[in-house]
């Protein structure tokens, strides 16, 4: 089976001193679950956020390929990059940026793209239904993670990136769902803050140390 | 072209765009269709000019002055692509030469040089259509200020889109009210108010009139100056949704300007940072806030985070 999104020398620092990755190699596959865990600090979050283009890499490519062509997110211009997270890659980094007098339901639809009543739905099966009806602005920073995460896994991208996602709802929900999209063929990257229940039913999984990852399982 | 069904195409493009999401094995193109509005090195100076103004100005000078003569270079060589339902945000502090950017969309101040290509009108900055009548179907700014924006004071909002609707075609009065009173009521302006005259209405409430007049003949390009600045906290949070709900339907090209960080990143899928008249970055939200280069964008992160 061919990768999906293949990153090759991912390269990222922030200032002269912090080397974040020092060449990450990475392949997703189409109904796999690849987990990656690591320190506090390791540098999980920002691998993530270049995988997905939500950072640019110093070095590296990063290889979107789908039926209708390839795009390496390393190099794209933003345009194309807004294309391709809207169409093909989604992330889960953190809450929505939406109106904060917009209820979580509405604002969890608009980003994925679908009906209001699909995003109650997500809402219900991560297990807080009773946000759907709240307006973003009144929920804590974990609600609105939760929220986010509901659109994460409701967009049907082709690949999706998810940053703690146990950390904003229940896990075994969350890996129940991953299982869905997986069934589905979606491509699944997680880094979740407790790593095992999540290695337990991946394809693969890596530790990220000193800015380089090295494979657990394959 | 005919710019009608080519409006029609872009709204249908961006509808889709919004459309559920049909999985992934969904054949979705990998890159976006061609831009609506498509500007490059839009230039303006405000002064006789030298030789030295470009050299001396912009991040080698730290000056938008040139010091050599004076002239301000108000905005140098800006480039970007917008496609139909994308939102582009520009920020930049006050002076930075947003405003001028602005009017330089809006035909209202003429560049120096560049080219403003918009779908099925060609170059608007050498189009033989008069500046008026592209204003009226190809690019139209939703004003801080409800004067600039060519409403009516005195007459009642509903009327202030109505006259939009009987100018582009509806020819019955009794559809037109009956119209406007829907978009108005969409836009989250209370039934009570809508004969009421527009110079009672406050600047959130004129804005939302404005955005129903868009609704009404959707542009190619929509232009938002400062969308919420001046407005209480809770009046933006409802502006946004509606600048959101009007940009979703539209299918229009739409350039946001705003100082605020926080309305940018809810509203963009991109971003130009502008400084001393130059772009200095450009990127997605995600990058330019989390992750800026420039810094100048350093600086402005920064400072938004206290
Ligand atoms: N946008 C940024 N600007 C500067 N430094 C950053 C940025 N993002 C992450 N870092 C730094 O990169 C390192 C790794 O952070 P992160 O990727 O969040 O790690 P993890 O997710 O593994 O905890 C930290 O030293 C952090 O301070
Ligand atoms: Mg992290
Ligand atoms: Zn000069």
Redesign the interface.
């Known amino acids: 089976m061919t990768a999906v999104l293949t990153a090759t020398g991912v390269e990222k620092s922030?200032g002269p001193e912090r080397t974040v990755l020092d060449g990450i190699d990475i392949a997703l596959l189409?109904g796999q679950l690849t987990v990656v865990h690591g320190a506090r600090d390791a540098g999980r979050s920002t691998l993530l956020?270049c995988l997905t283009?939500?950072?640019?890499p110093d070095a590296g490519h990063v290889v979107?390929e789908?039926?209708?062509?390839?795009?390496d997110l390393a190099a794209a211009d933003?345009?194309?990059?807004?294309?391709?997270?809207?169409?093909?890659i989604r992330d889960f980094?953190g809450p929505l940026?939406?109106?904060?007098?917009?209820d979580a339901a509405s604002a969890a639809a608009?980003s994925?793209?679908?009906?209001r009543e699909?995003a109650v739905a997500g809402l219900r099966r991560l297990g807080v239904a009773e946000l759907a009806e709240v307006p973003l602005?009144r929920l804590r920073r974990t609600a609105r993670r939760a929220v986010a995460l509901t659109a994460a896994l409701l967009?049907?991208?082709?690949v999706v990136v998810l940053d703690e996602p146990d950390t904003a709802a229940d896990p075994e929900r969350v890996l129940d769902w991953i299982s869905e999209l997986r069934a589905?063929?979606?491509a699944v990257l997680a880094a979740p803050s407790d790593a095992h229940p999540f290695i337990a039913r991946a394809s693969a999984s890596a530790i990220l140390t000193e800015g380089k990852i090295q494979w657990t399982t394959q | 072209m005919n710019p009608t069904s080519t409006a029609q195409a872009a709204a249908a493009q961006s509808a889709a765009a919004h459309a559920p999401a049909a999985g992934p094995t969904a054949a979705a193109q990998v890159l976006p269709p061609p831009p609506l509005l498509s500007a490059r090195g839009l230039s303006r100076r405000f002064g006789p000019g030298c030789d030295l103004c470009i050299e001396l100005t912009g991040d080698a000078g730290a000056t938008s002055r040139c010091p050599a003569c004076g002239t301000v270079v108000a905005v140098h060589d800006v480039s970007f692509d917008v496609g139909a339902g994308e939102v582009l945000g520009i920020v930049g502090e006050s002076g930075s030469g947003k405003t001028t950017l602005l009017s330089l969309l809006h035909l209202d101040t003429p560049a120096d040089a560049g080219s403003m290509v918009v779908d099925g009108y060609g170059d608007l900055l050498r189009s033989r259509t008069s500046d008026a009548e592209l204003r009226r179907s190809a690019v139209v700014m939703v004003h801080q200020n409800s004067l600039a924006a060519g409403l009516a004071p005195r007459l009642a909002a509903e009327s202030n889109v109505a006259e939009r609707l009987l100018r582009t075609g509806c020819r019955s009065f009794a559809e037109a009210r009956a119209r406007s009173q829907d978009l108005l009521a969409e836009l989250g302006i209370h039934p009570s108010r809508h004969t009421d005259p527009l110079e009672t209405f406050s600047g959130g409430m004129a804005q939302r009139v404005q955005l129903a007049r868009a609704l009404v003949n959707p542009p190619r390009v929509l232009l938002l100056d400062e969308p919420t600045t001046g407005l209480d906290p809770s009046v933006q949070a409802d502006l946004l949704e509606s600048v959101q709900r009007v940009t979703d339907r539209l299918g229009s090209a739409t350039v946001v300007v705003s100082h605020d960080l926080e309305v940018i990143r809810i509203l963009a899928d991109r971003v130009l940072v502008i400084h001393f008249g130059r772009v200095v970055e450009d990127g997605i939200p995600e990058q330019v806030f989390d992750d800026p280069q420039h810094p100048y964008t350093q600086l402005l992160v920064a400072s938004r985070l206290r």
């Open positions: 922030f189409p956020r283009g939500g950072y640019r979107l789908r039926a209708a062509g390839s795009v933003p345009r194309t990059l807004a294309w391709v997270r809207k169409h093909h980094a940026a939406a109106p904060p007098s917009q608009r994925a793209a679908l009906e699909t602005g967009s049907q991208a082709a589905g063929g979606t």
